[in-house]
């Protein structure tokens, strides 16, 4: 795990889930997958916004022309654990099909706008991806 990703987790958890800095306005969630090659725990934290019970997170990595890590978990494994606020969920992650992926995308953008940006750097389809609270 990167330094950066390691000192918002502190503070994550440190602060029932809020951070400053470059964060201090977005809701994050710590999203806990197993590594797809290595089966490894990994945990990211992700921006994330609701629908309805669900939460939406989406694969930008930055606009970067590939995927992240994560992502790739998530197909291998979509049964995960989030961390949102003080509390810890078992949530199922599916990748969004169309129109519901456009929808959920520009809600995401329109809530932290640099996701647009990531949209219009990148010529890949950002996946979205939904992670459905499991009784």
């Known amino acids: 795990m990167s330094d950066w990703n390691k000192q918002i ?3 994550f958890r440190a602060n029932k889930g809020h951070v400053g800095g470059h964060f201090e306005n977005t809701p994050l969630l ?3 997958t197993t590594g797809a090659k290595s089966g490894q725990l990994r945990i990211n934290p992700v ?3 609701k629908d309805g019970d669900r939460f939406v997170i989406v694969a930008s990595k930055g606009g970067a022309p590939e995927n992240p890590d994560w992502y790739y978990n ?3 494994h979509p ?3 989030i961390e949102v606020g003080a509390e810890t969920l078992k949530v199922e992650a599916t990748a969004a099909e ?3 992926r456009t929808r ?4 995401m953008a329109a809530k932290n706008p640099g996701f647009d940006e990531y949209r219009k750097k990148t010529t890949r389809q950002i996946p979205v991806i939904v992670l459905t609270p499991q009784m």
């Open 47 to 49: 921006a994330y916004v």
């Open 98 to 100: 169309e129109p519901e």
């Open 74 to 76: 998530l197909l291998a």
């Open 9 to 11: 987790i502190e503070e």
């Open 79 to 81: 049964e995960v654990t």
């Open 104 to 107: 959920l995308f520009d809600q």
């Open 30 to 32: 710590l999203l806990h």
